[in-house]
């Protein structure tokens, strides 16, 4: 038996092994395609898959055939015996190296291994995430070893552990048993080179689906796709290719150094010719690696940071560029010849012709330290002429002349960053402040007023996570600004209005300790229930905020059974209520079975608890056996297989996180951090099993196609330089069902994406247009191209050069705290439009002042969705800016006496975002100021200050405030309004007012 066991052994192992993988990989697989099937994106997922496993066969195979190739012929050509072994004791005039330097060479090969080993071995280990290898793909490509990273690692050692340890685990190893070591290291970076490049599908895909930019870049006439589409996926040949040829070189080198017992006997001979013509060989491929490398760092100076320019500058185009492509010939040559001389066998020239008493078919090692002399001689002119000769360039010649001499880059710079971040479609005017505005004014631009938001998303939340969470399990991750169309007086109009949105989701985190038993988490707590809906500019009792839609199961006959409060019959009539369940969502981090024969929970009501059964068509059906024993493997839950509460109906819905859910499905798209909540009465799947379905909440998110290879574009401070809003998102909340909506289909990155996965994008005019009203100009990218226009805005190279015109992102006070005005949604009219709409806006101030310089306004409703409007104030004419307003409102004396009282009375004053709001041509400011006790936060709105022109009033109400500026009486205080808070509450604005 042991005889066996010992023959046998290691191959069963191998047959265990190998089974298990194809066991563990096939269940995977398996569960993932019923997931997908169940989105109706399984075509999608069967090309990633197919993609994936071919490179990754693709990859290990040609990794491991040609790593392994070299290897068993190094074990042909090694020696056996050491040919000098005879003569060792014989004689002291012997050939070769001696221990010293035998050491020496081995310590430094060993060192070279343990380099790439370390190098490639912590990008692939980086990239081999099995929890998230469905849900990312990588930001960026990975670093090829070059020789700043071979400086970075030589300053970490031996103060890096892991590779410290790396070394003297592999120089061991090395020493003991060689080529064992060296066959088990080519199959593991053949499987790390495999997991590697696979992890790069979507780019692969990509770059035999190109779709042209129309665009040319001006150094090389290439057309933009190829730095896009083509250009990453040649810098991971050059990756691979790189990592290959070097170890094989270095691990050649070591087994014929160790060969022969050369340490034992402490000399090492030479090479044979053979040995030599295979070094040579290995030599050439590294070269041919170093041409292509060469040559593809020519596109790469399209990137260049020097100087004032973003992409090549005079010193990359005149300097850079030559030298890198005399280098990269040269490299060609010399591989050329390095072949030549393995092919020819006229390496024998190198051979020691003294006379010596042993074998005349030995090389002295001369013959390979000349050639890594060559290299290295090669290497140091490389540097000479790539940064050195540059940097002397770029310093006395281009310093002392440089705007002449970089205003044709600069304008390349300027041509192309507009041009990859959508700023050239933006429609410039000129805002001149007349500083007429009116109360007839104010009147005739009544909605605007009436949607000035005095409730910022932070207090909201904060309130409503204290009167509103009903449970402890409930919660309100995030609010959302949105516009909604209300029926008003008389019946037959409508009314659009800005509201703040709420989902009460269901933290299963939150459930005591002692509750979090397996059926609670996985059967009973299943969903979150409803939603709260706030009007942004009107106040309830006490000064806390009004709720259109609050609550939860208050049974009620106006609210129906289980239905939400809802403030009168108009908000009824809008806004669809049903039955709210929140399935889906941003805190669903937990996988359910529904339906089954435990009542899930579905809102508490008073002291008693109410329950339901799941009806959606969600999740994966799992009612036989073969797939709960599937999804108990998939999901590590092996209760699933044991329990008796399933039915044939049971459904498991796993990746309930929108975000998670999104990023599965598509993972080559860039998603926006504020999905948002919409209520529409809408029909997402044409399913008729979910016509009768009483839940119309949607999660809407913006997604994005980026590139950080966009030639000449500057990304500033992001990790790409190309960025358009290409889809939509809408994600049903009960069902999970998700579809991607193309918003922007002249972007040539989607035309790419969805010539791949013809069946996962529809066209935006196939969103159903209740739906449709809500999609908006999305905050990240109208915050990362106003963020770009900060400078990009200056389009005359001399005035970019001298930054004379630079413009920053304003300051004001929140909560006694200096932060950036953020971005803001407002419904307004735009000047020289007819009719309000929804809108995103955003300050400038130049970058040495605090007067406003410019706003930035992006649409979002109907035909005039992803329109971008810049208004710029005239330089000769002062406008206040919000640091200058926040300065005049913090010394005023009586409003800072008021602040201070409140500061000191146990409680704490926050004033909130002041927002610019333009009316006619004119500018209003608005600050709400709130006020919270230091021991339960509970905010509640005490005061609205309103500034305009050289006017400054605080009042209990904003209808009172513009009342003060507008028609001030003998009776109004100016030029402050200032009221003890104890007088009274809050009141809404009157329809005739100015406000609700």
Known sequence: MRVWFKRYGWKLFVLLFGAWAIFDVGSYLLAESLWFNELGYLQAFGVRVVTQGAIWAIALCASGGFLLANLVLANLLQYRKSPIADLIEKTDDLPGMGLRLLVLATGGVSLAVTLIVFHYGKIAIA???????LEVVPDSLPSRIRPESIVQYFSQFPENLALFSLFVVLTIALTSACEFTLKAIAIALSIGFGFTLSAYWHLVLQYFHPTAFGNTDPVFGREVSFYVFTLPVLHLLEFWLGGLTLFTLFAILTQYLLSGDSLRHGRFPGFSLAQTRHLYALSACVMVTITFTLWLSRYELLYSARGVVYGASYTDVNVQLPT?????VIAGAISVFLFWEALSGSVSQFRDVRKRPFPQNLLPPIAIFNLFQGLILFVAIAFLANYVLPITVQRLIVQPNELARETPFLERSIQFTRAAFDLNNIDVETFVPDNTLTFADLQENDLTIRNIRLWDTRPLLQTNRQLQQIRLYYRFEDADIDRYTFLADPPNESEQQQVILAARELDFAEVPERAQTWINEHLVYTHGYGFTMSPVNTV??????????RDIGVDTPENGQGGLTVSSEQVRASIPIGQPRIYYGELTNTNVMAPTRVPELDYPSGDENVYNTYDGTGGVPMGNFWRRALFAKYLKNWQILFTRN???QTRVLFRRNIQQRVRTLAPFLNFDRDPYLAIADADLTDNPEQEDNENHVYWIIDAYTTSDRYPYSDPGEQSFNYIRNSVKVVVDAYNGNVRFFVAEPRDPIIRTLAAIFPAMFDPLNEMPAELRSHIRYPIDFFTIQSNQLLIYHMTDPQVFYNREDQWRVPVEIYGGQPQQVESYYLIMRLPNEDAEEFIILHPFTPASRNNLIAWLAGRSDGEQYGRLLLYQFPKQQLVYG????????????????????????????????LLVIPIENSLLYVEPLYLEAEQNSLPTLVRVIVAYENRIVMAETL???????????ETTPAPTIIRPLEEETITPLPANGGGE
Request: no cysteine.
């Open 127 to 133: 990239l081999w995430n099995p929890a998230q290898l």
């Open 324 to 328: 890198t492509t005399v280098l990269s």
């Open 540 to 549: 309830g009792p006490a000064g806390l905020p009004e709720y259109y839609v």
């Open 646 to 648: 399933f039915t044939p």
């Open 882 to 913: 919000p640091e200058q307003i926040e300065a005049r409102i913090n010394q005023d004396p009586e409003i800072s006496q008021q602040i201070s009282l409140w500061n000191r009375q146990g409680s704490r004053a926050i004033q909130g975002n």
């Open 959 to 969: 209808e009172q405030a513009l009342d003060a500026i507008f028609q001030p009486t």
